[in-house]
């Protein structure tokens, strides 16, 4: 059974309460969340008991601010839990470590205030969970984009397709990265939106399954004349290559610290094993 750290959402964690914290959450990535992995393998799909213990055990919640529920914890802290849920399926280590960064970061640095107050106050709980989608088939460093949002009156007409875009199947809004200025040739020809999965003409194309990850919700999205809300956009018209590469910065710092979380198991369960493995009458660690 795991032993949970009680905790109060917008109130610092003690230093004690961070520790035990560290062990109830590599408690449930090796326990429960490995178990419902033999299921996930087969369905590609994650069970709803997944999202249940992720709600119930605070991993939507660790990293925010202390104002939208959080703990108060500092960067290292966040990577610290993020080492944690990183020996468990790659899957849910991608889930997971999207919760902990990008799901409310870009809404946190970009969103504008009447925005933030609707949408950051039901991250903690995953009432609302926001998925990225910058990449295209036909163009994915960040600048080479063809979705276009063009301004109409009160909104923007978002149209266009992206690809390989993770989390589709458990997300109420995507980030989108779209063209609002096609007659300009620089950085600036870009902006980042916050998209409703609700509004029409959002849609989401099934893609063949991936090797690794499984229940990630990798798919692609169609945006058909989808009218977005000016209060959507985020940052100013123009930067959203900066919102794009200014988020993923931090992400890609978020995956190295899985790379050693997933690295550390698996040096552990090796080690495990030649210590107990017998070939030829001799255990593997004497041979």
């Known amino acids: 059974m795991i032993k949970k750290v009680q905790l109060t ?11 035990n914290y560290l062990e109830q959450i590599k408690a449930l990535t090796e326990g429960p969340f490995d178990e419902m992995q033999k299921e996930v393998e087969v369905t590609n799909k994650f069970p709803e008991k997944f999202f249940r213990l992720a709600i119930d055990n605070d991993l939507y919640r660790f990293a925010l601010p202390l104002e939208y529920g959080g703990f108060g914890l500092t960067q290292k802290q966040i990577f610290q839990v ?10 849910m ?7 902990a960064d990008l799901n409310w970061r870009i809404m946190d640095e970009f969103g504008n205030e009447d925005l933030k107050k609707k949408v950051l106050p039901k991250v903690q709980d995953k009432t609302i969970f926001t998925n990225f989608a910058l990449t295209e088939e036909a163009g994915g460093t960040g600048a080479d984009v063809h979705t276009t949002a063009i301004e109409q009156d009160d909104c923007y007409l978002l149209n266009g397709e992206k690809t390989l875009i993770s989390h589709t199947d458990c997300s109420d809004a995507t980030y989108v990265i779209a063209v609002t200025d096609p007659d300009k040739t620089g950085d600036d020809r870009l902006s980042a939106f916050w998209v409703p999965v609700d509004l029409p003409g959002y849609e989401i194309v099934p893609m063949p399954h991936m090797m690794g990850c499984r229940g990630a919700g990798h798919a692609g999205l169609r945006f058909t004349n989808v009218k977005v809300p000016k209060a959507y956009l985020l940052g100013k018209r123009g930067e959203g290559l900066h919102v794009a590469i200014s ?9 190295a610290d899985s790379n ?9 369960m090796s080690i495990a094993r030649a210590k107990d493995r017998v070939t030829l009458n001799h255990l593997l660690k004497d041979r």
């Open 82 to 91: 993020q080492e944690m849920f990183s020996r468990g399926p790659g899957g």
């Open 9 to 19: 959402p917008g109130k610092k964690m003690t230093d004690e309460q961070f520790e």
């Open 93 to 99: 280590r991608m889930h997971l470590h999207h919760a």
């Open 247 to 255: 988020s993923l910065s931090i992400s890609r710092a978020h995956i």
């Open 260 to 268: 050693l979380g997933m690295s550390q198991r698996m040096l552990e």
